[in-house]
C-alpha cells in the first residue's frame, strides 16, 4: 500500500498538481486498508493524511499503518482547513466522479485560495492491473461463487420463484464465506432470460425454460462475477443450438486472451461468431468489464475499446449473451486472470448445457 501512493504521488508533476483529495471510499482503501464508512484522504509529497471520527479509532489501529490519522469530530473538510496542510495556492486534484455538485462548492467555498483540477479516473487507472494478493482474492470470491452455484442445482425445479433462488444463491455465498453481494443477483426465466439484467421476480420456474443466474459476491473487499444458464425439463433442438452458439462463442474469446492481445479483438472474436451463427443484433452489450475492488471498472472489453491491450495483473469477464425477445436468453460468464502472459480462469463451474 506504500508503493501505491508513492506511484500515485509520482504522477502529481506530470498531471500539473501538488496534492490530492480522495472521497472514494473503495479508493481509501486501496491506497490504506481503510474499510470504514466515512472518511477523506489528503495526499501531497509532504503529507499523507487519513481524516476521519471516533467512531472508527479501532478500525484505524488495526488496519491502517502506513498514513498518519486524524481523528476528528469536526466536519471532514473543517478539519483539513485546521491541520494547514495545504498551502496557499496549491493546485488540488479531485476525484470527479465521486464528488457531487454540491460536494464540490462546499470544497471552493472552504478553500476559494486553492486551484481545483478534476480527474476521472485517477486512482482506478492505478487499479487496472491488481498485484498477486488482489488475484488471490478474487479467485477466492470466485471459489465460493462455484460451490454455491453447485449447491443450488438441486433447489432449481418447476414452481420455485425466481426470487428464492436468488435468496438461496446469496446465503450459501455467505455461508461459504462471502461477505455481501456486489449487485442485486440476477436470477431470469423463460421469457424474462431475453432481458440481460433482469433481476429476480416472483415468477415461477416451469419446465421447458432457460434459467440464466448472474450472481456475485466480495472475499476480502474484492468481486467475483459469474454467470450460468441451465435447462429446465427436456430442451428441444432449438434450444440446444441456440445454447451452443453462446458456448462456442465464449470458448473461443477465453482461449484468446493473452498478453497484447486488443480488447476490441476479445470482443470481435465472440460477436463474430454470434453474428455468423446468424443472432448478431440480439447481442446486445460488450463482451466483458474489469473485476476488482468495484465489479464493473477497467478495463471495458469492447469493439469501442480501441486503444486498449490485454495486460499482464488485468482481471476482466468474458460474458457474451443472445437475447431473442420473443423466445429466451442465454448467457455465459466467466472471470480471467491474466498472469504469466495468459489468461487463467477463475470461475470454474460447467459450461456445457446443465439440464435440471
Known sequence: MPDRIKELQSKFKSNNIDCFLVTSLKNIYYLTGFTGDAGILFISPRKVKLITDYRFQGEVVDRVHNVEVCLTRKKYFKEIATQRVIKRKDRIGFESRHVSYNLYWELRKKFDWLKFKSFDSFIEDLRVKKTKEEIKNIKKACEISDKAFLEVLDYIKPGVREIEIAAELEYRMKKLGGEKVAFDTIVASGFRSSIPHGTASDKKIKRGEFVVMDFSTYYRGYASDMTRTVFVGTPTDKDKDLYDVVYQAQKLAREATKEGTKLKDLDRIARNYIENSGYGKYFTHSLGHGVGLDVHEA??????????????????????????????????????????????????????????
Do not use: W
Open 299 to 356: 478495463p471495458v472489453v469492447s469493439i469501442k475499446n480501441h486503444n486498449g491491450i490485454v495486460e499482464n495483473g488485468m482481471v476482466f469477464t468474458i460474458e457474451p449473451g443472445i437475447y431473442l425477445p420473443e423466445y429466451q436468453g442465454i448467457r455465459i460468464e466467466d472471470i480471467v486472470a491474466i498472469r504469466n502472459k495468459r489468461g487463467d480462469v477463475l470461475t470454474n463451474s460447467e459450461r456445457e448445457l446443465i439440464v435440471l
